[in-house]
């Protein structure tokens, strides 16, 4: 891509649409990038657009074969996990209880053994490198590593884990991509002063940080700090189902808890912890090891329910107030715009002294990308579950319109398969951001839940091959049009401890038996491996029984009219 052309493709939109509102302009820098020489991204200014109407236009989707061929010269494919959801071994080596050891709120399954991944990391290493994948992303389990956080030492054994995952990864060619904190911490720092509500836990983050980077940071190029810090926000602080399960009327029914205000703080706090230890990289670290640092927000895409401005304008605020939330302030030094507006004090404000560290803290954004919901406005009608609250950004939000889901249903109620929604958030990302390096650090299926379901019916997952396929196809696409996306994680490895859900809700690509915590390969994963290879696949089984592709429900009435952020 070429200098300035986040700027000229926006220019371009205001040029042919005429009806275009835009209410406010913001200017932000984006640095000079370069990763491996593939991600150069211009240096110039970038335009935040606030309050624009969003594209809305008719897509035919054709029932594609994705090839890897068609992604660009150094892509990197990988798998994806998260130390609480694989690890086990929860009281071994000197890892100390984190806060879902403790939780017993809405836990069905405990974690103690997961899929025994501390025992079994060579095992699933093995299977990695068989699959084909070029890259690996998971997490740091911040109790095994520091067991009491800043209160304590540094656990050694915790280090040598880590330490083993990624020399056997590099052997096997495997880039390791770390997430430092994925949704586990010491129950100490919550117990001491109330984790993420607190400033302290910045420290206690960036403490972490430092940790990493000073052990592992010879031979990861590729951080990520915080993993969503905005779903992490919404289910522990707003709808409390994660721990410390945290709420309050109409979100839920919990002890303690401000469903309004808390998850902005919890919110704020994860921002600035991820902000300080960038900066600490930048400074200490980065001349040296050279690597890059990101984070990861959960990525929803919204379309209005209806052909009706009210409820463009609500999806609108539906983007703002879940992506940009966590993204704005990365990269524009502020919470987005429509926030500021809606919400009153509540809304915490970086000093001008944050802001400036705050403001361009990633090298690259990462995207969780599973699902597509519509918004309905709650401003100028009545609404259900909170959706006329200003946390929710006055957006009701539904996977259904008139009774019909906007795409197949899957095992998490709001997860349903639209296909198009991954090439639609990919473009927002890439318009609101002046399209900088973009990677996709998740995306997956899991089926509704079916009882007494056979093994051999789990292990041939056509609908799983499909939705990558279909994914994959429209993530093509929105690089084909421009987006500077450069990696693909498959969510998941292998079945795994899915938190609240427990063992029941299945994303892997490998089935674990409970009983023996065997790895059985799913037809998914031979798949995976045929399109890592590019060799073919016998497509008639999938092909036979696909529902998705060709199914890729249109917005009717929406399609002419073109507008743009
Ligand atoms: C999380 C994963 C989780 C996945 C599927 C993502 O929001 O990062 O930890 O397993 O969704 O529920």
């Known amino acids: 891509m070429e200098d300035g052309d986040g700027v000229a493709s926006a220019r ?49 989707v054709e029932n594609e074969d994705i090839k890897k061929s068609q992604f660009p010269d150094g892509f990197l494919f990988g798998t994806a996990t998260s130390a609480y959801q694989i690890e086990g071994a929860y009281l071994e080596d000197g890892k100390s209880l984190n806060n879902w050891d403790v939780s017993i709120i809405f836990k069905v399954d405990d974690a103690d053994i997961a899929d025994d991944h501390y025992h079994r990391y060579l095992e699933d290493i093995e299977i990695m490198h068989s699959l084909g994948v070029n890259a690996y992303r998971f997490s740091i389990s911040w109790a095994r590593v520091l067991p009491r956080g800043r209160f304590g030492e540094v656990n050694p054994n915790g280090v040598l884990f880590y330490n083993n995952i990624i020399d056997n990864l590099l052997l096997k060619g495997i880039v390791p991509f770390v997430t430092i904190h994925h949704h586990d911490f010491p129950q100490e720092l919550e117990d001491r002063y109330g984790s993420w509500l607190s400033p302290l836990m910045q420290e206690d983050f960036v403490h972490l940080a430092k940790t990493c980077f000073k052990s592992f940071g010879d031979r990861v190029k590729y951080w ?44 704020h706090n994860m921002l600035l912890g991820h902000a300080k230890a960038t900066k600490l990289y930048r400074e200490q670290f980065q001349a040296k090891q050279g690597g890059f640092m990101g984070m ?23 983007l703002a ?13 502020d919470y987005p715009p429509e926030m500021r507006h809606y919400h009153g004090s509540e809304l915490p404000r970086f000093t001008p002294e944050e802001a400036k560290y705050i403001k361009g803290s990633i090298d690259f954004i990462g995207i969780n990308h599973y699902s597509t919901l519509y918004a309905k406005d709650c401003i100028h009608s009545s609404c259900i579950e909170g959706g006329d609250r200003a946390i929710r950004g006055f957006a009701y939000l539904t996977g259904e319109r008139d009774g019909v889901p906007i795409g197949e249903p899957t095992g998490i109620p709001r997860f349903f398969v639209v296909p198009r929604g991954m090439e639609e958030i990919v473009e927002y990302v890439k318009k609101r ?16 839940k079916q009882e007494a379901v056979q093994v051999q019916d789990q292990l041939h997952d056509v609908k799983r091959i499909e939705f990558h396929k279909a994914y994959l196809a429209s993530l093509a ?35 674990i038996d409970r009983q023996t915590l065997k790895r059985i390969p799913k037809l998914s994963a031979t798949w995976f491996q045929n399109f890592l290879t590019n060799s073919s696949f016998n497509n008639e089984q999938v092909v036979n029984t696909s529902s998705f592709t060709g199914k890729n429900v249109l917005i009717s009435g929406l399609e002419d009219k073109k507008t743009e952020i």
Do not use: Q
Request: proline content about 6%; aromatic content about 14%.
């Open 12 to 60: 371009m939109a205001l040029l042919d649409n005429g009806s275009l509102e835009m209410v406010k302009v913001v200017y932000c820098m984006v640095s000079d990038i370069n990763l491996e020489g593939l991600d150069t991204v211009k240096t110039g200014s970038c335009r935040r657009f606030f309050g624009g109407r969003r594209l809305w236009r008719r897509r035919i």
């Open 433 to 448: 951001y002046c399209n900088m390096p973009m990677y996709v650090t998740e995306n997956g299926y899991a089926p509704p």
């Open 321 to 333: 107030f879940h992506v940009a939330w966590n993204l704005d302030p990365l990269v524009f030094g």
């Open 224 to 267: 990520t700090t915080i993993n969503e810090p905005n779903l992490f926000s919404e289910m522990a602080y707003i709808m409390g189902k994660y721990p410390p399960a945290r709420c309050s009327a109409p979100f839920g029914n919990c002890s303690v808890g401000n469903s309004d205000s808390e998850p902005l703080i919890a919110m």
């Open 477 to 511: 696409r929105a690089i084909r049009n421009g987006a500077n996306v450069r990696r693909y994680f498959a969510w998941t490895l292998m079945d795994n401890y899915e938190w609240v859900r427990g063992y029941s809700l299945k994303f892997g690509l490998h089935y």
């Open 296 to 318: 990861v927000a959960s990525a929803f895409m919204y379309e209005p329910l209806t052909d009706n401005e009210l409820d463009r304008e609500a999806a609108n605020r539906a």
